[in-house]
């Protein structure tokens, strides 16, 4: 089976940092692009970060460009993003994503909050 499963929000301070791990199982992690979506209160989901297979090339919605950084660990299954300077609109569930599969992971929470 293919499961996807988030860790790593919390509640933040804005300016602060945080670091969302997703480790994967049930398929080749490492032939599979893997995604961060995000939905905040009374919006739509949206992509926040995106990561090739290989690793070698990643894209960012320009929301959080400068600030937040994918990546992965082929030998660990899992995929990173790493929080900077985060912003109270940065507030939102965020999720995992496998698009060759369009499957989610349950989604971790993060709130930038003073």
């Known amino acids: 089976q293919v499961q996807l499963v988030e860790s790593g929000g919390g509640l933040v301070q804005p300016g602060g940092s945080l670091r969302l791990s997703c480790t994967a199982s049930?398929?080749?992690?490492?032939?599979?692009?893997m995604s961060w979506h995000r939905q905040a209160p009374g919006k739509q989901r949206e992509l926040v970060a995106s990561?090739?297979?290989?690793?070698?090339?990643?894209n960012y919605a320009d929301s959080v460009k400068g600030r937040f950084t994918i990546s992965r660990d082929n030998a660990k299954n899992t995929v990173f993003l790493q929080m900077n300077n985060l912003k109270p609109e940065d507030t939102a569930v965020y999720y995992c994503?496998?698009?060759?599969?369009?499957?989610w992971g349950q989604g971790t929470q993060v709130i930038v909050s003073s």
């Open positions: 990561i090739t297979a290989s690793g070698f090339n990643t």
């Open positions: 049930g398929f080749t992690f490492r032939n599979w692009a």
């Open positions: 994503f496998v698009p060759l599969e369009s499957r």
